[in-house]
């Protein structure tokens, strides 16, 4: 009785204070959170209580966009040109018009006022394929609205991909979704497949409960002032022990088993280091080859090259060494950090740009943060914000290593690459008229940026110091910020399917809340520790992510509790912001930030660095120390050295200062234009209009060349060119570039067919234009070489059009790419990515490389060096058409 007493005073006296935080979504309390009709309560420091449910079923809009996929393929319209249907069902079914393959169904029913799409609806969509059907008997193959041909024989399904679950717009996983394959009704040519659309969600209790239910006690100790923050920093570290496995190696998330390589870095960066150093070395020691490599395990086109984040690796290393300073430790991870750079060097890193290629960190679901005409080999070609920040923060790492290794001119190689590479970051992606960097460098033979905000690259700049002092305070107060968070980009791409687009994830939020409080900016660090507490606490868990436009962890592709990184991230608000801990190379060093908002007491015990023990006390609010002091006696910069020993106690009371900076960029949520999709005929550029679109900006070999509101505009045969077209709304927003469409003189290309064979046992291949193909394997023709004749001196773009059908686009590790050589020097690299899997006549190009040729003849080869290693290791295999090659400019 006494205990449950005790729990009634303690709702009273927190639940009659006032709001530490509010906006119109939601509000923050000593005690609680408050979000509508939802609310969170920490009723002790081991148990937190919440009402929360997903809304989501309650507000579904009944018009639904779709279209149809061969073989899971989005190959049936162009981007934008959707099937649409309004769902009113009858006694709870609903049944489409019969639609024919290609050509849209428009929505004709009106909606009324209020109306949702009914819970338990059973849809039938029926499609006619009988039109592809007779093109595989005559002429043989039917060709998709992009191009790409289909034979009989390769075509194994149809599927439909949509706005509504179990509808999906990830192409990429339909093949592997047996619920969204249209089926053909007693061989008609008429497909069907019926589908439960906004399904009941299961009852569940008003009140959902999270108990401490783990032994915590070895761990660091956090009270303060708010019961809501100590309740829950104890469920970080009850979350944190159900991520290490039997084996003393972390698990990414509840349904994400094993250890992924940019996921396990992050977290260390955060705080495992600092919590877990040799569960996270044992992490890391996991995704390294057997050739000393860093093994990039997700991404694109068969992961490494095309993505090339895995140097995060490097950073993560660095800070476990940082913890440890143990010798052994820095002396192998130097070897492999050396060994893979040196590597991406030679196979990411573009001279001419002097930024590193390779997709988005993290963001590495193309359809979610490119544009939908980018293939695998056109993203590789992309120079990404935060890949490139994290390939400068792994270069001064290792400069860093090998100046404590004694090897002093590599420690200045690496730290000049590093920087002439921030030097370039802040040449091509910052953009002053913002007031933050540019979200990637994109295109095919002329690169443009796109102005899109990119939450993680953004604040992995601040951090890094990529941007300058200046700089990082500009880019916290001008990176747009939305009503529950940042989204990992801003502003949205229309037609796709919350993930990362429309997602905020809570570790990109925790490295943008380091970045607020790294930047001074008090307004903007109390608005992202609340963007931070809210869904921890309302969820009881780390989700991994949720949708931007209304906070709710219901209707992502994917997600998780118990997410490694997203809790990582939720305590180093704890050890990095309102504690201040850093980890020097051989010093701790403390530097507290806390808003206004969270004044008072906060209290760290049983801490461990090295051979100390530490308990920390931290009061007041600011960003600047008063009296900061060790066993009594004052603490010289902040600083205990890396040879202390024993228990100690650390006092540090902080200024009450206000801070410098304390604006925010807090914006609505908003969606940017579609991509145009463009058509030439006659001499005319044209394209459809685009919804919201006031003003089009058509480029030329990546510069403006014309703006107009009309749809089309004339343009020039003489030399080659790229026309692009970028739609403006009212907003300022702007939509992706189209797809680059060459108008060009025929004879500025020329074809070099590979007619070696004609067809392989093992491979279904079709649609290779002349009498056969090449193969390039690790068995056949590593080193194929090509004589190519210059009518004229002139810069000239060489690419091969190929087949992949070792993988799918989004798994897998069997990214064939080569290296270029011109009469026997290195001039680029080419990838070859991974097209789908057995999809070995679907064929497309690899990425172009530029080459000065004199006119004359020249002796090209392609070459499996030992620097192309996949991932995979044993396979590295595409099938070559021809090679092309095109006369840029003189």
């Known amino acids: 009785m006494r205990k449950l007493q005790q729990t009634q005073n303690f709702k009273k006296k927190e639940s009659s204070q006032a709001a530490l935080w509010q906006s119109e979504q939601y509000a923050i309390y000593p005690d609680r959170v408050v979000q509508q009709e939802f609310t969170a309560q920490a009723v002790s420091i081991t148990k937190i209580t919440s009402n929360y449910h997903s809304p989501t079923n309650e507000f579904l809009n009944p018009r639904l966009i779709f279209k149809f996929c061969l073989n899971g393929q989005d190959n049936e319209m162009p981007f934008g040109v959707d099937h649409q249907f309004t769902c009113l069902p009858q006694n709870g079914t609903c049944e489409t ?24 609806t059973k849809l039938k969509i029926r499609l006619d394929l009988r039109p592809v059907l007779a093109a595989f008997e005559s002429p043989g193959f039917y060709t998709c609205f992009n191009g790409h041909r289909i034979y009989k024989a390769d075509f194994k399904s149809v599927f439909v991909a949509g706005n509504v679950a179990p509808l999906t717009w990830d192409f990429d996983k339909l093949v592997h979704t047996p619920e969204l394959e249209l089926k053909e009704i007693n061989n008609s040519g008429i497909y069907e497949v019926t589908l439960l659309l906004n399904p009941d969600q299961e009852e569940q209790a008003l009140t959902k409960t999270w108990q401490l239910s783990r032994d915590v006690s070895s761990y660091p100790q956090y009270t303060s002032d708010y019961p809501l923050l100590n309740a829950l920093y104890n469920l970080h570290l009850q979350e944190m022990l159900n991520a290490i496995e039997a084996d003393n190696t972390f698990r990414t998330g509840q349904e994400w088993a094993g250890v992924w390589t940019r996921d396990i870095s992050y977290s260390i960066i955060l705080s495992m280091a600092m919590l877990q150093p040799q569960v996270a070395q044992n992490s890391l020691l996991q995704k390294v080859t057997s050739s000393k490599r860093i093994v990039q395990d997700t991404g694109t086109g068969g992961a490494y090259p095309i993505s090339s ?3 995060v690796w490097v950073i993560a290393a660095w800070e476990i060494y940082k913890a440890n300073q143990d010798r052994a430790w820095l002396q192998e991870v130097y070897l492999i950090s050396k060994n893979s750079l040196e590597d991406d060097l030679k196979n990411t890193f573009n001279p001419e740009s002097g930024l590193f290629r390779g997709e988005s960190s993290f963001l590495d679901w193309r359809e979610q943060s490119y544009p939908a005409w980018m ?7 992309s120079e ?9 923060r792994a270069l001064v790492i290792l400069a860093q290593m090998a100046d404590l290794l004694h090897e002093q001119p590599a420690a200045r190689k690496y730290q000049q690459i590093a920087e002439n590479l921030k030097n370039s970051i802040n040449q091509h992606l910052w953009l002053p008229e913002k007031g933050y960097y540019a979200q990637y460098r994109y295109g095919r033979h002329f690169k443009i940026i796109s102005p899109r905000a990119e939450a993680l690259g953004e604040a992995l700049c601040v951090l890094f110091n990529v941007a300058n002092l200046a700089q990082q305070q500009t880019l916290v107060a001008n990176t747009p910020v939305t009503a529950f968070g940042i989204s990992c980009i801003y502003p949205q791409t229309p037609h796709i399917s919350p993930y990362h687009n429309n997602g905020i994830w809570p570790f990109v939020q925790a490295y943008w809340l380091l970045a607020c409080a790294k930047a001074g900016n008090e307004q903007a660090l109390a608005e992202s520790m609340a963007a931070f507490i809210r869904p921890a606490a309302l969820f009881l868990t780390n989700k991994e992510n949720f949708v931007a436009s209304n906070g709710d962890f219901a209707g992502t592709q994917i997600n998780s509790d118990n997410m490694l990184w997203s809790l990582a991230g939720s305590l180093s608000m704890v050890y990095q912001v309102i504690f201040g801990i850093t980890f020097k190379s051989n010093e701790l060093l403390f530097k507290p930030i806390i808003p206004e908002i969270f004044k008072g007491k906060h209290q760290l015990t049983n801490f461990k660095y090295l051979n100390a023990t530490l308990d920390i006390d931290v009061e007041g609010f600011g960003n600047k120390i008063k009296t900061i002091t060790l066993d009594g006696k004052p603490l010289t910069n902040a600083t205990i050295p890396a040879n202390l020993t024993g228990k100690h106690l650390i006092k540090i009371e902080l200024a009450n200062n206000q801070f410098a900076e304390k604006e925010i960029n807090k914006v609505p949520f908003d969606f940017s234009p579609a991509t145009p999709v463009v058509a030439y005929h006659a001499g005319i550029l044209s394209w459809q209009k685009v919804e919201g679109a006031v003003l089009y900006a058509v480029l030329q070999n990546g510069q403006i060349f014309k703006k107009t509101t009309d749809w089309q505009v004339p343009v020039p045969v003489k030399a080659y060119a790229e026309y692009q077209v970028i739609a403006h709304d009212a907003q300022g927003h702007e939509s992706f570039a189209s797809e680059p469409f060459i108008v060009a003189p025929e004879e500025v290309t020329q074809i070099y067919q590979l007619e070696q064979k004609t067809f392989l046992p093992e491979l279904d291949c079709s649609g290779f234009s002349g009498s056969g193909f090449a193969e390039i394997s690790t068995q056949e023709n590593k080193n194929l070489k090509i004589a190519v004749t210059a009518p004229e001196t002139g810069v000239y773009a060489l690419d091969f059009r190929y087949a992949n059908g070792e993988g799918p686009i989004n798994t897998s590790n069997k990214c064939a790419f080569r290296t270029l050589k011109k009469d026997e020097l290195q001039v680029g690299t080419l990838v070859f990515p991974q097209r789908g899997f057995h999809h ?4 497309g190009y690899s990425n172009a490389v530029k080459v000065k040729l004199d006119k004359g003849t020249h002796q090209l080869a392609l070459t499996l060096d030992e620097v192309n290693r996949n991932m995979h290791g044993e396979v590295n295999r ?13």
Do not use: H
């Not at 209020?114 to 819970?119: E, K, Y």
């Not at 293939?375 to 590789?380: C, G, N, R």
């Open 97 to 120: 018009p019969l639609i024919t393959f290609g050509e849209p169904l428009k929505n004709t029913a009106e909606l009324p006022v209020n109306s949702f799409l009914t819970p338990n």
């Open 840 to 843: 070995w006549s679907d064929w």
């Open 309 to 311: 984040d895995r140097v």
């Open 375 to 381: 293939q695998p080999a056109d993203i590789y070609e």
């Open 384 to 392: 990404c914000l935060g890949t490139n920040a994290v390939f400068y």
């Open 878 to 890: 595409a099938i070559l058409d021809y090679l092309r090659v095109i006369k840029m400019s003189d």
